[in-house]
């Protein structure tokens, strides 16, 4: 019996131990004309009903994309949720991404506005947004030139 107890208020304060966390992030802060900007809200450790900002001056491209994981590893417990948008300016200047919020059981949770810049683009110039695997850099193996040896044959006798 003081096993399971033992095993309960432990469980408990695993779930506990870990603050819930909601972020918003972009690919770039800064945008050419007619490409399109990645925005990510992630919620860290928590659950609750999420409320998109109002998007209205963009080009929706893409969205809502959600990805979520869980893991539990060595007695820690992690849950992450994502939902992302691919959006697209009308126009150059400056644009306001207002912030995202998030409802849970104990309170409301709100991201901070994003500001992002848009400049004209004349020369056409197509840009992806930036990804996490893109900024690690891998360096690339180098091959040797020279030519294989060339193997003999062994016969028996």
């Given at each position: 019996m003081?096993t399971?107890?033992?095993?309960?208020?432990?469980?408990?304060q695993?779930?506990?131990?870990?603050e819930?966390?909601?972020?918003?992030s972009?690919?770039?802060d800064t945008l050419?004309?007619?490409?399109?900007?990645?925005v990510k809200?992630e919620?860290?450790?928590?659950?609750g009903?999420?409320?998109?900002?109002?998007?209205?001056?963009w080009?929706?491209?893409s969205g809502?994309?959600?990805?979520?994981?869980?893991?539990?590893?060595?007695?820690?417990?992690s849950?992450?949720?994502?939902?992302t948008y691919y959006?697209?300016?009308?126009?150059?200047?400056e644009?306001i991404?207002?912030s995202?919020?998030?409802?849970t059981?104990?309170?409301n949770?709100?991201?901070p506005?994003?500001?992002?810049?848009?400049?004209?683009?004349?020369?056409?110039?197509?840009?992806?947004?930036?990804?996490k695997?893109?900024e690690?850099?891998?360096p690339?193996?180098?091959?040797?030139s020279?030519?294989?040896?060339?193997?003999?044959?062994?016969t028996?006798?």
């Open positions: 003081k399971i107890l033992f095993i309960l208020l432990s469980g408990i695993l779930v506990h131990s870990q819930l966390q909601f972020n918003v972009v690919s770039n050419l004309l007619g490409n399109y900007l990645e809200f919620i860290k450790n928590g659950s009903k999420f409320l998109p900002p109002d998007f209205s001056g080009k929706l491209v809502p994309n959600t990805a979520s994981s869980y893991s539990f590893m060595n007695g820690q417990v849950q992450t949720s994502s939902y959006l697209e300016a009308p126009s150059d200047g644009f991404i207002e995202g919020n998030l409802q059981e104990e309170k949770y709100k991201t506005p994003v500001k992002i810049i848009v400049f004209q683009n004349p020369e056409g110039i197509r840009q992806r947004p930036k990804t695997q893109e690690r850099i891998i690339e193996e180098s091959v040797p020279t030519e294989p040896k060339k193997k003999r044959k062994v028996k006798l």
